[in-house]
């Protein structure tokens, strides 16, 4: 069993940054393949960004492409998401995902583990 564990969420003015990370427990970290994911209210889960279990490949959605980073730490068991250049239609609960496998994954029924989520607010 997996257990994953957000952080770093917050509210921050339109044009900023935040950082959030992704702590996995129960399983090593380099057997999974990572994801991020957010859901605004009324809205369906939407994928942000995909790291495969190396680290070595990254995929993006269209909508922050050029502004949000994934990377991933296996020796601390942390996924992180780098968010720049924020905008208001970011505003929305972010979710970490996890699934065994090698390449990267960007559909919701992909992942098996999720965690509680992380409150992301971007003022206008």
């Known amino acids: 069993q997996v257990q994953l564990l957000e952080s770093g969420g917050g509210l921050v003015q339109a044009g900023g940054s935040l950082r959030l990370s992704c702590v996995a427990s129960?399983?090593?970290?380099?057997?999974?393949?990572m994801g991020w994911f957010r859901q605004a209210p009324g809205k369906e889960r939407e994928f942000v960004g995909g790291?495969?279990?190396?680290?070595?490949?990254?995929t993006y959605g269209d909508s922050v492409k050029g502004r949000f980073t994934i990377s991933r730490d296996n020796a601390q068991n942390t996924v992180y998401l780098q968010m720049d250049a924020l905008k208001s239609e970011d505003t929305a609960v972010y979710y970490c995902?996890?699934?065994?496998?090698?390449?990267?994954?960007?559909?919701?029924?992909?992942?098996?583990?999720w965690g509680q989520g992380t409150q992301v607010t971007v003022s206008s």
């Open positions: 790291i495969n279990w190396s680290g070595g490949n990254t």
């Open positions: 129960g399983r090593p970290l380099s057997i999974l393949s």
């Open positions: 995902g996890g699934v065994f496998g090698r390449r990267v994954y960007t559909e919701v029924s992909d992942y098996d583990y």
